[in-house]
């Protein structure tokens, strides 16, 4: 027992060594580099918008960073060093430092859409089925926006789901459907787009949809964050952001 | 001059001692001092924190008999064996004590999943694992069998051998004498080994999250009710946190104090 024991321990050791060597890297100075915290709905579309501006600005590297919105917000207050911060909602943003805050920008709209596999086992056709026991429904949690603009939604709906598990962010949720797990998620309509054959939408009607009006806010005067920002809410940025899903304003 | 000496290699030596330590005390000691101990059992009885420790209580103390009732035989096979293949199975014993606790959750899916290896063939029976209270008991048994094995082998191990043959001459059976002799023997072993794997079952978290999601009551387990409520409420994460921690040191204590010394 003991032998074991200490054998264990010095394989902590060698994985403590390594994640700090991991953990050395220390964040480039601002200039031509830009930070971005992005919701996890943002995944695909700032993924394509950080290698348009490299491409069109020559120099700059732009590194984005997903996560919930809730956790973002989180670790900009706890001195996350970014310099733009994009968010699924205003409401998340409230908890957000107002000192940290030095321009916000409303850039893009989503809804909510149900997802379900391709071949939809449990043949979910609209938001009023996701009620019947027996069903897998996953939802956000109810920290990040998308769980609660899912639970506002089947509030106004009527609709109680029968809810298996809450996810950490809309990724998460949705990759219960991808894997064939949940018969059902509620995550938004750019998920859906982004994911392709992978998965089906099954739409929400307008009457109880939430929609949701995403901030990008800047957190610093750094001139290329600025740039960066611009590039998002410019028209090549916006028809991006359409070709995936979102809404613009 | 032998004292220059001796005092620069205590330094040389001392001071990544004390970095080793620091690194490792810092945290805990943080986490002790933003405690607000007077909230502690208020925060335990809202109503995402109870049934969040409940769940752990059940799970990991089914994961505790689950390793009782199977880890043992497995012990007892890798103990009297010194066949090749044996060590293999020890080899691959060892997997998920090292494996990345989400990948233990990936692997379990591919398992254990609706179109999982196994999981396959239970929904036609309307039987799906996943997201049910099954599969947080699974993902512990996955991370905390190990330990038990290990441990209640290397006890096992230490045996005399001639017990074992005079039990044989007696006419006792492999069951018989490893319910009458073996096992009174190694309890020491066998208790160290729940320990360490209800600790190990208690602190589950990434393979519980991939593979039996995140429901109040019925996979949220305590360290993942940690996780959603510093979103939420940070204070009452503490809190849980802080029980939790509590916990870990009460097992280690028990650990040194009965069995290890």
């Not at chain 1, 027992?1 to 700090?20: D, E, I, P, Q």
């Not at chain 1, 979910?124 to 939604?153: F, M």
């Not at chain 2, 996943?130 to 082998?153: G, S, W």
């Not at chain 2, 002799?181 to 393979?207: I, K, T």
């Amino acid at each position: 027992m003991r032998r074991r024991g200490r054998g264990a321990s010095s394989a902590a050791y060698g994985l403590v060594v390594l994640a700090l060597a991991a953990c050395g890297t220390t964040p480039a100075p601002a200039g031509d580099h830009v930070t971005v915290l992005a919701a996890a709905s943002l995944t695909e579309a700032f993924e394509q918008l950080a290698t348009d501006f490299e491409a069109t600005h020559p120099g700059t590297s732009v590194e984005v960073s997903f996560g919930s919105s809730a956790t973002l917000v989180q670790q900009v207050n706890q001195g996350a060093p970014a310099e733009v911060i994009a968010l699924a909602g205003e409401s998340a943003a409230k908890p957000l430092d107002r000192a940290a805050v030095k321009a916000s920008t409303t850039f893009a709209t989503n809804v909510l859409e149900i997802a379900v596999p391709p071949d939809n086992p449990a043949g979910v056709a609209s938001i009023d089925d996701l009620d019947r026991p027996g069903l897998k429904v996953v939802l956000c949690a109810p920290s990040v926006p998308c769980g609660q603009a899912a639970d506002a939604t089947f509030a106004s709906a009527g609709v109680s789901p029968s809810v298996v598990s809450r996810e950490v962010d809309v990724k998460a949720t949705l990759s219960k459907v991808r894997l064939g797990e949940a018969d059902a998620a509620v995550v938004y309509h750019s998920d859906v787009v982004a994911a392709g054959d992978v998965v089906r939408g099954v739409a929400i009607p307008a009457a109880v949809n939430t929609t949701l009006r995403y901030p990008i806010i800047t957190l610093s005067d750094d001139p290329t964050a600025r740039s960066f920002v611009e590039f998002v809410v410019s028209d090549r940025g916006a028809a991006t952001l359409r070709s995936l899903g979102f809404g613009t304003p | 001059m032998r004292y220059a000496a001796g005092l620069r290699s205590r330094l040389t030596l001392g001071i990544p001692a004390g970095l080793a330590l620091l690194l490792l005390v810092v945290p805990l000691v943080a986490l002790l001092t933003r405690a607000d101990w007077a909230r502690v059992p208020a925060d335990l009885a809202t109503p995402t924190v109870l049934p969040a420790l409940r769940l752990s209580l059940l799970t990991t103390s089914t994961t505790a008999v689950l390793c009782l009732l199977l880890g043992t035989p497995l012990a007892w096979f890798l103990a009297r064996s010194d066949h090749a293949a044996t060590r293999w199975v020890r080899a691959l014993l060892t997997v998920p004590l090292v494996l990345p606790p989400v990948v233990g959750g990936v692997a379990l899916l591919m398992a254990w999943g609706r179109l999982g290896l196994i999981g396959q063939h239970l929904s036609p029976f309307g039987v799906q694992i996943t997201f049910t209270t099954v599969a947080v008991v699974l993902a512990e048994t996955f991370v905390a069998m190990p330990f038990y094995v290990l441990a209640v082998e290397g006890a096992m191990r230490g045996l005399d051998p001639r017990l074992e043959s005079v039990a044989r001459t007696l006419g006792a059976s492999d069951l018989r004498y490893l319910r009458t002799v073996a096992l009174p023997l190694v309890l020491p072993g066998v208790a160290s080994g729940l320990a360490l794997a209800w600790a190990r079952a208690l602190g589950e978290f990434g393979a519980t999250l991939t593979f039996a999601g995140s429901y109040p009551g019925r996979t949220q387990t305590a360290p993942l009710a940690v996780y959603a409520l510093l979103e939420q409420d940070p204070a009452v994460a503490i809190s849980v946190s802080i029980v939790l921690l509590v916990v870990s040191v009460l097992v280690l204590a028990l650990l040194r104090g009965r069995w290890l010394r």
